[in-house]
């Protein structure tokens, strides 16, 4: 089955610095992907889809200049938080889709702290 | 309103009872609905995928649709242990993009 591998599984750094999230799919091309955020017993919230080779589209309220999104190759997608503060301390979650087949393959998310 | 609607729970359950959980939607479009389940910490594994009306069923697991009523169902029949975890909703009108219930939270005694 489609596997989505998610890069780190947590992470912890200090306020002002950027952290780079990697998402990529093992055994597909992911067309379309998705990148959550998740805050303790709270749904998903989407804040950008990205497809390979154009701009992401970003939900309302989410920044753009923050949250980079990179999906350079049908198989990787970045999200690089820039200058995090401790309210994106957040589980991030990325999905992936190759257009066909059934909803979408999320990778195993990250866990971000910012101190 | 919210798009779409879940009990968070926690909903707690002795092991081999029935176990039924909910979502009800606001937007008459949505035709693809979706069960996850995400184990604490774990990204969200798909459960069930549902097109439109009606019901399927997957060993244990059985997902019903009522677009009539707005409102879908997931059945867990002979609940384990390790069905304890968080369970999600997703519809979707165009597979473009999903929205997600707030999961409800279900606990299953041994």
């Known amino acids: 089955g489609a596997v989505v591998s998610q890069h780190p599984s947590r992470v912890i750094c200090k306020s002002g610095t950027s952290v780079k999230i990697e998402c990529r799919s093992l055994d597909f091309q992911a067309t379309t992907m998705f990148w959550y955020r998740q805050f303790p017993k709270q749904s998903l919230m989407l804040m950008a889809t990205?497809?390979?080779?154009?701009?992401?589209?970003?939900e309302q309220g989410v920044e753009k200049d923050k949250f980079l999104i990179n999906h350079a190759s049908l198989t990787l997608s970045t999200l690089t938080v820039t200058s995090a503060h401790p309210e994106d301390s957040s589980f991030y979650i990325c999905?992936?889709?190759?257009?066909?087949?059934?909803?979408?393959?999320f990778g195993s998310g990250t866990r971000l702290t910012v101190v | 309103q919210k798009e779409v609607e879940q009990d968070p729970g926690p909903l707690s359950v002795p092991e081999g009872a029935i176990v039924s959980l909910n979502c009800t939607y606001s937007?008459?479009?949505?035709?693809?609905f979706m069960w996850y389940r995400q184990y604490s910490r774990k990204g969200p594994e798909l459960l069930m995928y549902?097109?439109?009306?009606g019901n399927k069923e997957d060993g244990r697991f059985t997902a019903q649709v009522d677009k009539s009523s707005k409102y879908i169902s997931l059945f867990i029949r002979d609940s384990q242990p390790s069905d304890s975890a968080t369970y999600l909703c997703?519809?979707?009108?165009?597979?473009?993009?999903?929205?997600f219930g707030s999961g409800t939270k279900l606990n299953v005694k041994p």
């Open positions: 999905s992936a889709s190759s257009g066909t087949g059934y909803g979408y393959t």
């Open positions: 549902t097109y439109s009306s």
């Open positions: 937007n008459s479009a949505f035709q693809y």
């Open positions: 997703a519809m979707s009108n165009n597979f473009n993009k999903f929205y």
């Open positions: 990205s497809n390979e080779g154009s701009k992401a589209t970003y």
